[in-house]
């Protein structure tokens, strides 16, 4: 495996997650904002039901046409110059704001009859509101597509930190905006606020592209450039779509049970976003134009050395992360979110929610980068095919748990389903790819296993020495001992990929002096 490229996606992805890890402090800080203000009850949950409705109503267009277009656009410009793929470029953000405006038009006139089918526990009252809300916030659609598309066209580019500003400017608009309203407002101002904060996330990312894309204006959304969009994009956008059935069944389940349970599993949900928009999300991002160009440029080589660096480094981070979150939930949902109208019950719901949810957070990371490779292969069928198997576990088993264990049960189906996806994709990789090693992580693997079975015992045996602490504070002890120990571990057993990860910070701070 080559080192130094490795390194450099290393490089990228370490720059890149600090600029996320201060946009999901801000995004905590907005969540927190958001439930110290508006709670956890019969109206939040309409507001979040609502929030989810174009992923629930057009499961992943907006993701599923932006990651089929940076495939094509590094193609085109590799094979027909840079003035070509500018071309491509600027008629595909006209094509698919079109696609996103008629969209939404649709959206708005049959939210009536498709809001009930998501909540179908929803009282009269609650689903008169989550319709209301649902078509505001479909009203907003074609700023959500045009914020995967300009984000798509940057990181096509390479220029990763735009998107992630933007966010950061989303988070921020929607803080100040709340905290400016103040208490007793209805969830109709924190839906307008919302929205306001999409637009201005689209004007930062405009203002990014501005000097980097050649922007020309084409009319003409049904070129053929469009057709060949739309036919690489259909098997993501069927696969995603499967995917998000997963919410889909965990939202109506939710709904079936005690007031504040939607809204719980969207807090939760967006504890989990912290983890996977840093590190996943973030590792998955950097690397897709990367082996996107090698495939292009027929470095086969270079594309195994790539993928196989990924899958080393992602659950080396991940695994403590998923390990201090499901023992210490509780702590977790109590330091975000337990003020204001969020109370002790709100949280440990959550918290339940939570704990069930980080078993998933490794699966998720391989299931990630795996369907990145199956992209830049320009194979969109085997993801979309493993996402039905998973979608149809998760279901089956989600029905069965949330019979015994409530809202508990709705999480763990999740992360059983995400685990067998993640086995199946392991194994169609290896057949789409015979040439990758991936025997070579199994020492690494053996030794991350090893790292995490102490730091769980050590973690286990000190909690009774902690419970006399704040939450806070307890957190923090935890975090600092597992880290210490499982990190430690694995410099003493001499874990190449943390050696190298050590390696970059040392020379940066080298540099630095």
Same mark, same amino acid.
């Given at each position: 495996m080559n080192n130094d490229k490795g390194i450099s996606i290393i490089k990228i992805s370490?720059?890149? &997650?600090?600029?996320?890890?201060?946009?999901?402090i801000f995004g905590f800080a907005r969540d927190a904002v958001i439930a110290a203000y508006y709670g956890a009850n019969w109206q939040t949950d309409a507001?979040?039901?609502?929030?989810?409705?174009?992923?629930?109503?057009?499961?992943?267009?907006?993701?599923?046409?932006?990651?089929?277009f940076i495939s094509l656009y590094i193609s085109r410009s590799i094979e027909k110059g840079e003035e070509s793929g500018e071309s491509f470029a600027s008629r595909m953000l006209i094509a698919t704001i079109f696609i996103a405006g008629t969209l939404s038009v649709l959206a708005i006139i049959f939210a009536p009859w498709i809001v009930p089918i998501f909540a179908p526990g929803f009282s009269v009252f609650q689903t008169t509101l989550a319709i209301h809300l649902t078509r505001l916030t479909m009203g907003a659609f074609v700023l959500t597509m045009a914020h995967y598309m300009i984000s798509a066209i940057l990181n096509s580019k390479k220029l990763f930190y735009g998107s992630q500003i933007a966010a950061l400017g989303y988070n921020l608009t929607v803080i100040m905006i709340t905290i400016g309203l103040g208490q007793n407002k209805d969830v109709?101002?924190?839906?307008?606020?919302?929205?306001?904060?999409?637009?201005?996330?689209?004007?930062?990312?405009?203002?990014? +592209?501005?000097?980097?894309?050649d922007f020309t204006l084409?009319?003409?959304?049904?070129?053929?450039?469009?057709k060949l969009l739309i036919r690489l994009a259909l098997p993501i956008l069927f696969g995603n779509s499967i995917v998000q059935i997963n919410n889909i069944v965990d939202k109506i389940l939710a709904s079936l049970l005690e007031a504040g349970?939607?809204?719980?599993?969207? #807090?939760?949900?967006?504890?989990?976003?912290?983890?996977?928009?840093?590190?996943i999300i973030t590792l998955s991002t950097v690397i897709y134009p990367s082996l996107t160009a090698s495939f292009a440029n027929k470095d086969i080589k270079k594309f195994n050395s790539e993928l196989l660096k990924s899958l080393a480094i992602l659950p080396i981070v991940i695994l403590p992360i998923s390990i201090i979150t499901?023992? #210490?939930?509780?702590?977790?949902?109590?330091?975000?979110?337990?003020?204001g109208n969020f109370n002790v019950s709100a949280t440990k719901l959550t918290a339940t929610a939570l704990m069930f949810y980080a078993g998933m957070y490794v699966f998720s990371s391989i299931q990630e980068v795996i369907i990145r490779a199956f992209y830049a292969l320009k194979d969109t069928k085997t993801p979309m095919i493993n996402g039905a198997i998973a979608?149809?576990?998760?279901?089956?088993i989600s029905v069965i748990l949330v019979r015994i264990m409530g809202i508990g049960g709705i999480a763990l189906g999740t992360t059983i389903s995400t685990a067998l996806a993640s086995v199946i994709l392991w194994v169609s990789l290896k057949r789409k790819l015979p040439d990758l090693n991936l025997r070579s992580l199994f020492p690494s693997i053996g030794k991350v296993l090893l790292? +995490? &079975?102490?730091?769980?015992?050590?973690?286990?045996?000190?909690?009774? #020495?902690?419970i006399s602490f704040s939450a806070l504070i307890r957190f923090l002890s935890v975090t600092f001992i597992g880290f210490i120990i499982y990190f430690g571990m694995l410099i003493l057993l001499k874990c190449r990929e943390l050696m190298a990860i050590t390696n970059l910070i040392k020379r940066k701070f080298s540099k630095a002096r």
């Open positions: 370490f720059i890149v &997650s600090i600029i996320i890890m201060a946009g999901k507001f979040f039901l609502a929030q989810s409705m174009p992923a629930m109503i057009f499961p992943a267009v907006c993701n599923s046409l932006s990651t089929a109709d101002a924190l839906t307008l606020t919302v929205i306001f904060g999409h637009f201005i996330q689209v004007i930062i990312l405009i203002g990014f +592209a501005w000097k980097h894309f084409r009319l003409n959304p049904f070129h053929n450039d469009s349970a939607v809204s719980a599993l969207s #807090y939760s949900n967006s504890l989990n976003r912290f983890v996977t928009g840093i590190f499901t023992i #210490y939930a509780l702590d977790i949902v109590s330091i975000v979110y337990e003020r979608v149809i576990a998760n279901s089956i790292s +995490a &079975s102490i730091m769980i015992i050590i973690l286990l045996a000190s909690q009774q #020495y902690l």
